[in-house]
């Protein structure tokens, strides 16, 4: 392994920076021990991010060691799952993990020396929290959801965000499937009664699902999976989405929300948190279901009216509902779902065939090992590498890996703002060098450059971090070597 002295500035007892080596290992340059300026690879063999130990070139990659692993601090809320623990952990960093959400406050307080913070969907990183992260660079969302994250603030500011768009979409098919079924049967309330003590057994109104029509609105990772498992039981599957897919099967693209409201006898809907998804279900869309269907919704609470679903099954136009997620949400387990918290609780409990589940879509073993997999092999990349791939809030880019071939090579990560001339005048800060690989893109107001740049003698990088800094475009520089 080539080894390098680390001659990134340190604070030393208040003494202020110096420059100076301070351990023999590959490292890192920065205005300060923060990882926004520090190059991290994966340990050979830990996890699966190094399945190979030889780049596509066929020389050995590059393995390097973080400068002051100890100084890199991750916060993980809401009791992440031991595989995404371990992968973090197996790097140096220094990982402290909660079991619950913290209040806005709290969370301030814990995310000011915070560099990777990971988080479910009940923590709430709103701009007014990520003002405070002064050594943030990166958000994990362990889910599929980002909208409890601030994207545009955080990608303007340089703080990559990713998530988990994969990983728990069986999990939330197979409790669709199983809700199906439970609605079609009724079993819901017959378990209730048999707790109870009352036996009722009855036939009226329960129906088998094979020949049944299910109508899937969105069709994405878990609306496709769900077709599959509907056709093997014998239902017709019809979707509609806002965008042309292929189907799989023998399912059929819908034009329009009507035409699919109209011809399926089940209805679940699988759409993201978007102004054009509030309230998509509401009063005029549950006439238009068929008398005595039903609805899931496993998607996010806004895109239902529920108070107007209340009144769909009151008065038998729809004839039972399973819903996992609501627009307002307790923020731990308790006796919480009651009115205090949303207006209308108390009266969609007292329903009849209805089945409500505390947001447990994707709470099983299996769902939850992988996204600790997926993103916390994402998080390890972006620190270590500063890859992009999957990020939802900046450009996707990434590079190959420097390999023990490339000793004297300095990656070059510049974050800025999305105008004209920063090109440039990057490469006039560059020009002095080589540049071996190069590969810039852009996402709205925010743009992301990466650079390997060749024979680059430690005396001359503080020199490119300061004049990167210095540029009026600048969001965030990084310089990883």
């Known amino acids: 392994m080539v080894s390098a002295q680390d001659i990134a500035p340190q604070n030393n007892s208040g003494n202020g920076a110096r420059w100076g080596p301070t351990r023999e290992v590959s490292s890192s340059f920065g205005g300060s021990t923060s990882p926004t300026a520090t ?38 809320l809401e009791n992440i ?40 969907s009940k923590t709430k990183l709103t701009s007014r929290v990520l003002k405070e992260a002064k050594n ?55 378990s209730n009664e048999m707790h109870r003590g009352t036996w009722n057994k009855v036939s009226s109104k329960c129906w088998e699902v094979r020949g ?15 077709s599959v498992l509907a056709e093997a039981m014998g239902m017709s599957v019809v ?15 819908l034009p329009t929300l009507e035409a699919l409201l109209e011809s399926a006898d089940f ?68 006796d919480y779902f009651t009115n205090d918290l949303n207006s209308w609780a108390e009266d969609l409990r007292s329903l009849k065939n209805i089945i409500l589940t505390p947001h447990i879509g994707g709470s099983t073993e299996e769902a939850q090992s992988a996204i600790g997999v997926e993103v916390g092999e994402a998080l390890v990349r972006y620190v270590n590498e500063g890859a ?13 890996s420097l390999t023990l071939d490339e000793p004297n090579h300095v990656r070059v990560i510049y974050i800025h703002h999305n105008i004209p001339g920063v090109l440039r005048q990057v490469n006039a800060v560059l020009g002095n060098h080589n540049v071996d690989k190069q590969m810039t893109d ?40």
């Open 267 to 334: 209805v679940t809907v699988h759409v993201p948190e978007l102004p054009e998804t509030r309230n998509m279900m509401g009063p005029s869309q549950f006439e238009k279901m068929r008398n005595g269907s039903y609805l899931i919704n496993a998607s996010r609470g806004s895109v239902i009216d529920i108070p107007a679903l209340i009144n769909a099954m009151r008065t038998g136009q729809v004839a039972g509902a399973a819903l996992d997620v609501y627009p307002s949400e307790p923020s731990g387990n308790g």
């Open 81 to 120: 799952n031991q595989t995404g623990r371990d992968i973090l952990t197996e790097q140096g960093y220094q990982v402290e993990v909660l079991k619950t959400s913290l209040p806005e406050e709290q969370l301030i307080a814990k995310i000011r020396d915070v560099h990777v913070i990971g988080i479910r």
């Open 136 to 190: 943030l660079i990166v958000v994990g969302c362990f889910c599929i959801g980002t909208n409890q994250v601030d994207l545009s603030y955080a990608a303007k500011h340089g703080i990559a965000v990713f998530n988990s768009p994969f990983s728990n979409s069986r999990s939330v098919a197979e409790l669709v499937i199983a809700e199906i079924i439970s609605l079609a049967r009724q079993l819901g309330d017959r």
């Open 39 to 76: 190059f991290l690879s994966p340990r050979s063999g830990s996890s699966t991010l190094t399945h190979h130990n030889r780049a596509a070139t066929g020389a050995f990659r590059k393995q390097l060691k973080p400068f002051a692993t100890e100084d890199i601090k991750i916060l993980l």
């Open 388 to 400: 992009t791939l999957g990020a939802v809030n900046l450009p996707e880019v990434n590079l190959r």
């Open 212 to 226: 049944k029509t299910l109508g899937i609105v969105g069709y994405g990772h878990i609306g496709s999976q769900l």
């Open 442 to 481: 852009n996402k709205g107001e925010v743009a992301y450059l990466m650079a390997d740049i060749s024979d680059v003698n430690q005396g001359e990088i503080k020199e490119l971090y300061e004049s990167l800094e210095n540029l009026s475009s600048r969001i965030m520089t990084r310089l990883l070597y």
């Open 239 to 253: 979707y509609y989405d806002v965008v042309n897919l292929m189907s799989l099967g023998t399912t059929r693209q």
